[in-house]
């Protein structure tokens, strides 16, 4: 395994500047946390480990093998033992192979499905986060953890300290056949290797230290490029392209600047320890021949010694960085952990009740939240009922509390006070499944997903028979313009359906939720961001949708707010408001100043 690959992924982890630092976990606690990952493993990791320690003993062995042919067949001029030299060369290279092979594949496989296993249980821990995970973090941060992080936790817990195993066992053998050999040539070695360790050491650490400048700063290269990119249309109409080319420019400057300190360093490194190398080389042959001279040492026995000393840089250098990359590793870890040990918000209690179709009564008993970190609640005591077959509408200024009681219904976070509950059970007893199957939201924005039309309108019942999906579509009023598109139900919208417009999306955004069939519906402004034709196009398709649900739709169309039966005025997270739209206007309150002012807002 090589050491490359045990850091190379921690390389291209996005870290630092625009991303904050993980907590910091002890070494130890990392190996704990990640070791039943390699666990169901253990069998096949013995006999990885057996084979990376044997394959020195071949090595050795080769060497060895080398210097007996110097001695008993080149120097004596005899044919004699080649016989059997050349039998164990070649018993020797076979065995050398097959160690290799063994070591290699099963390495790879060890390791690959190590992070396949992690990444995906990390993938999986991140899809049930509640919609407030996301929004404190930068996607590609998160992206950066499911793929570099891993590979980093991967080297940190299998192939770093396999490696190092390797690198041990060499050391061990090859200082042990030194001293054996010639106790006082390994003299001369004792001090070659060591200072070879220190500067190679002295200098990986200066190489780090720049690649990790590097890796840092193309983090934020690859933040900013996403954020440029996703955002390419905000950036043009405020006329930012040449802002955010110049920003995008100066962190390509700091990259060059760190990948070229790191380029002067290795290109130093190379003949500095040359320089070593052969010193080194030099005055074994100088003690060398001097021993030889002794009758201490034979010609293959210096030959063989100053190869086992040559085979014994590489692993000394390696064990330097492995010793160094541990923390690099160890800051890979520290990101994955952080994901992992955050608990998603919103969980199944162990208790919770099943429940198949609800009939859809909607009760929420004086429920306040505060959004962590906020002044004052976003919701307020806030009590309301909603059977089925009633439409509720909510209207209140913007940041009055709306979207923040439909997230309470879905559960994407729990009432710090007070219940919500459906048909008289609190949500929180109920399994979450079972709860989001009940009820059915329709945001402001439409999220369609990469997949064809057909797919996305039966995103909750993926086995939704075609007639369904476009009865639903027609309901929806949506069939008309998907039968137009190139490839009808089949069409492939892109991701966000960047080709439909909001009109459109909205319509497949209702058809999704009349295929869902909740008997409790959610829709958070689906008329905002629209024109007033293509809000008043949406206005039977929502009644249709609403039709024998229990249906709370905030809205600002209030042409189509005054039709609902119910309508409910928040303000600053309380119902200050609430009746049919005739009792509120004779009321002469809040709503009766929102209907008197409509129309005079523009849009
Ligand atoms: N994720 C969040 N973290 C902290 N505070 C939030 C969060 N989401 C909303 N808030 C705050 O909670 C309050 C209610 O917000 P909410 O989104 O429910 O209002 P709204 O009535 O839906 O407004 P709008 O009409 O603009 O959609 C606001 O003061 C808002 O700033
Ligand atoms: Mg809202």
């Given at each position: 395994m090589s050491l490359r690959r045990a850091f190379v992924g921690s390389l291209s982890s996005d870290g630092g500047g625009v991303v904050a630092e993980a907590p910091r976990v002890p070494l130890r606690g990392i190996a704990r946390r990640f070791w039943p990952y390699a666990r169901p493993y253990r069998p096949l990791l013995a006999l990885t480990l057996l084979a990376v320690m044997v394959a020195p003993v071949v090595d050795a062995a080769q060497i060895w093998l080398f210097k007996l042919l110097v001695d008993d067949v080149v120097i004596p001029r005899t044919l004699e033992p080649l016989w059997w030299l050349?039998?164990?060369?070649?018993?020797?290279?076979?065995?050398?192979?097959?160690?290799?092979?063994v070591d290699d594949l099963l390495g790879d496989w060890l390791g690959g499905r190590f992070s396949l296993d992690l990444r995906t249980d990390l993938f999986r821990h991140l899809q049930r986060q509640s919609p407030a995970f996301f929004e404190g973090r930068r996607t590609g941060d998160l992206v950066a953890r499911l793929t570099g992080d891993v590979g980093a936790v991967e080297g940190f817990v299998l192939s770093g300290p396999v490696d190092a195993v390797a690198n041990l066992m060499r050391i061990l053998?090859?200082?042990g056949l030194l001293a054996y050999l010639n106790w006082r040539l390994a003299l001369v070695a004792a001090v070659t290797v060591p200072l070879f360790g220190w500067v190679a050491q002295s200098f990986s650490a200066r190489i780090r230290a720049a690649s990790r400048e590097r890796r840092r700063r193309s983090g934020s290269m690859t933040a900013l490029a996403?954020?440029?990119?996703?955002?390419?249309?905000?950036?043009?109409?405020?006329?930012?392209?040449?802002?955010e080319a110049d920003r995008f420019h100066r962190e390509g400057e700091a990259i060059l600047r760190a990948q070229l300190s790191g380029t002067r360093l290795r290109a130093l490194y190379g003949p500095a320890v040359d320089?070593?190398?052969?010193?080194g080389a030099l005055a074994v042959v100088l003690v060398g021949v001097w021993e030889m001279q002794q009758g201490r040492l034979s010609v293959g026995g210096l030959l063989a010694f100053m190869t086992y000393l040559t085979q014994l840089f590489e692993p000394v250098r390696s064990m330097?960085?492995?010793?160094?990359?541990?923390?690099?590793?160890a800051a890979g870890a520290e990101r994955v952990l952080e994901v992992l040990d955050t608990p998603p918000a919103v969980t199944d209690r162990p208790d919770a009740r099943p429940m198949s179709r609800a009939r859809g009564v909607v009760d929420l008993r004086d429920v306040t939240l505060r959004y962590?970190?906020?002044?004052?609640?976003?919701?307020?005591?806030?009590?309301?009922?909603?059977?089925?077959?009633?439409?509720?509408?909510?209207?209140?200024?913007?940041?009055?509390g709306k979207s923040t009681l439909m997230r309470l219904l879905l559960r994407y976070m729990d009432a710090d006070h007070g219940a919500v509950t459906l048909d008289g059970t609190d949500v929180r007893d109920l399994r979450l499944h079972d709860l989001r199957r009940n009820v059915a939201l329709v945001a402001q924005e439409t999220v369609l997903l990469d997949g064809t039309v057909a797919q996305n309108i039966a995103l909750?019942?993926?086995?939704a028979s075609r007639e369904r999906i476009e009865a639903a579509a027609r309901a929806a009023d949506a069939h008309g313009f998907i039968a137009a598109l190139p490839e009808g139900y089949g069409t492939a919208l892109g991701q966000r359906g960047a080709r439909l417009s909001g009109g459109q999306r909205q319509r497949i955004s209702i058809a999704r939720a009349l295929v869902a069939g909740a008997p409790v519906l959610v829709l958070d402004e689906p008329t905002t961001g629209l024109d007033a034709a293509a809000a008043a196009r949406l206005r039977a398709p929502l009644r249709r949708l609403a039709a024998g649900r229990a249906a709370i739709i905030a809205s600002h169309d209030l042409e189509w707010v005054r039709t609902a039966d119910r309508i409910v005025v928040m303000d600053a997270g309380r119902i200050v408001e609430q009746g049919t739209h005739e009792a509120l206007l004779a009321r002469a309150g809040r709503y009766a100043h929102l209907w008197a002012a409509r129309g005079t807002e523009a849009g």
């Open positions: 050349a039998a164990a060369y070649l018993g020797l290279t076979v065995a050398s192979g097959v160690v290799g092979y053998l090859f200082a996403e954020e440029g990119l996703s955002a390419v249309a905000l950036v043009q109409a405020a006329r930012r392209e040449g802002g320089l070593i190398e052969v010193a330097g960085s492995l010793l160094t990359g541990l923390h690099y590793a962590p970190g906020a002044l004052r609640p976003a919701l307020d005591g806030v009590s309301l009922r909603v059977d089925p077959g009633e439409t509720v509408a909510l209207v209140g200024a913007s940041g009055s909750a019942h993926p086995n």
